[in-house]
Each structure stands twice: as C-alpha cells, then as structure tokens.
C-alpha cells in the first residue's frame, strides 16, 4: 500500500454521491464504499475531515418561486442528514466520528468549534462538517474550502461522477480534453467549474490544492491522498 503524501485532507463529496444509481436518497451501499476507504486513510494515519453536500435530498434551485435563503437553509438541514448517513456507516466500522455543524442542534452534533475540531483531528477522529458555512448564497464547495482553510487541510480531494477536469462536458462531446494539472487562475478564466468561484478563489488566496477524481473507481480517495496520479490537480504553480 502507497505511502501518504497529505497528512491532513478535506475529502469533499457531493450530495449525489451517496444517492448512487437511484438518483435520490441514500444508497448505503454506496456510503459503506465511501466509509471503507475513509477507514483505509484512518488506518494509514492521515487526518479526515470531511464536507456532504445535500443534493441527493433537495436542490434549492430546483424550489421554484420559493424565496431562495429559506430553499438554501432546507439544503443544509438535507446535509445534516447524509452527514449522520455517513457518521453511522464509519462507526459500524469502529471509526470515531464528530459530527460538527454550522447550524446549531446540540442534540444530533456538535457546533463548529475549529479549536474542537483540530484536536479531534489530531486524536484520528474524522470530522464530518454539515450544514455548509450555515449562510445563505454559498454552496458546499465553499463550505469545503472555507474548512479546510481553517483546519489547515494539505489538499481537497474533490470526489466527482468524472475522472478529472475537462475543456467541455466529456458526456456531451466525445472529443472533451481532459487536463491534467490546471492553475486556480486558468480554472477561473476558463469558467471550468472545478468548483464554483468563490470557492476556487479561497483555496487560490490560501494556496490550498484541489484534486479532482472519479468517486466510482474504488480505491481512489487512497490513491489521491498517497499522491498517485489520478484525475486533475488545481494548484499554485
């Protein structure tokens, strides 16, 4: 087994993920998959923190004429949610879990404590961060990315449906070049979606590395925290 190259990662997984092939809800064979190989980083000594989107339960632009921060506020109470999905699957598998969320429910999970949660860390706990950044306007990718910041994260690793970054939709054209290593800034002029801007712009500022890879292929979130070379790496080079 590859030796890690990150100490310290934010593993970012979309809502979606966990729902799998059903499209909606959460498919807890996917989440036991996803849980197996957080215990595998747990087991090779790299500290996890991790961020759950909620899209697999509700997407707040899909709300209509709904006023938008109550529709972004129901997206967060949804990765509350996959946030205790997950905290369940990695504890049947004997790894301790803090739940922590940036809307207060002292009774499911901790308030964000970012002293608390360095040092659950630092204990090989993995955190689960819920709730995005608990204000309207901003996705869970810059949740992602305001967390890790603040845990001092090495490197995101950004679970995704495709294996990397591409020039267009490799679903839509056949023809799509994928890319290997980008700069934050030619993600930002491109407009490639890595992660929207506000969240590819904090992790610029902080010089934190994203690395984009396919959440399918078993084996790749070791392979992305030992180094390997997967998917499409964002960084300051």
Not at 129 to 136: D, I, R, V
């Amino acid at each position: 087994m590859s030796e890690p190259k990150y100490k310290r990662i934010m593993l970012k997984l979309s809502g979606e993920s966990l729902a799998g092939e059903k499209g909606y809800g959460i498919d807890f064979d996917v989440v036991n998959r996803i849980s197996s190989e957080i215990k595998e980083l747990v087991d090779l000594g790299i500290e996890v923190g991790a961020v759950v989107g909620g899209g697999n339960i509700w997407r707040g632009r899909n709300g209509g004429e709904m006023d938008r921060t109550t529709a972004d506020y129901m997206g967060m109470l949804a990765t509350c949610i996959n946030a205790m999905a997950l905290q369940d699957s990695l504890e049947s598998m004997g790894v301790v879990t803090r739940v922590q969320t940036a809307i207060e429910m002292r009774e499911i999970a901790e308030p964000f404590i970012r002293r608390k949660a360095m040092r659950h860390l630092e204990k090989g706990r993995v955190v689960i961060f819920a709730s995005g950044t608990g204000n309207p306007y901003f996705s869970t990718d810059t949740a992602a990315a305001l967390r890790a910041a603040e845990i001092e994260a090495d490197v995101i690793l950004l679970a995704k449906k495709i294996d990397g970054v591409y020039d267009s939709d490799p679903n839509i054209n056949k023809n799509a070049k994928k890319y290997d290593k980008l700069t934050f800034q030619e993600v930002l002029e491109k407009d490639l979606k890595v992660m929207d801007s506000t969240a590819t712009s904090l992790c610029k500022d902080n010089n934190i590395p994203i690395i984009v890879f396919a959440l399918d292929e078993v084996g790749n979130i070791r392979k992305a925290a030992c180094g390997e070379k997967i998917g499409t790496i964002v960084g300051n080079f």
